[in-house]
């Protein structure tokens, strides 16, 4: 169940980021609609991505094997737009930045809180989007 559950976590990412490139024009608004995409996702999803950072290495090999693989294909897919939005960069600092994008995206279950009470989610988006633009286009 539980590597039912992160593959098809991983797999939807994957297929929506590559439905999102798809749908985007120009470099920056496929980051743009790539960082709403991780966002949203990160929003109706916090349980999980709790679940992904307690319980990945619960999972056997063959089945973290996929759901690692899965996630390097999510990754170089915002690599490939970065390196188009910013081609004198060199890709592993690219990487480096998509990773960092994620961390803070992905904290959202452990973060979005003031005074042990979550903010509206527009907020949040708000506030996510704007962050995550920001550290990848530095």
Excluded: C, K
């Excluded at 590597?3 to 439905?19: E, H, P, W, Y």
């Excluded at 307690?54 to 690599?79: K, M, T």
């Excluded at 903010?119 to 990848?136: F, K, N, Q, T, Y």
């Amino acid at each position: 169940m539980l590597a039912a559950i992160l593959a098809d976590a991983s797999r939807g990412l994957l297929d929506g980021g590559r439905r999102t490139i798809a749908a985007a024009g120009e470099p920056a608004g496929a980051l743009r609609d790539l960082i709403r995409f991780h966002v949203d996702f990160a929003l109706a999803n916090a349980d999980v991505i709790r679940v992904q950072d307690r319980d990945l290495g619960s999972l056997d090999e063959a089945d973290a094997h996929e759901v690692r693989r899965l996630q390097r294909e999510y990754v170089e897919l915002w690599v490939g737009v970065l390196a188009r939005l910013r081609p004198d960069r060199a890709e592993s600092e690219l990487r480096i930045r998509a990773h960092a994008a994620f961390g803070l995206i992905n904290s959202t279950p452990h973060s979005a809180r003031i005074h042990g009470r979550r903010p509206a989610d527009r907020v949040v988006r708000g506030i996510l989007e704007d962050m995550a633009w920001s550290s990848l286009t530095s």
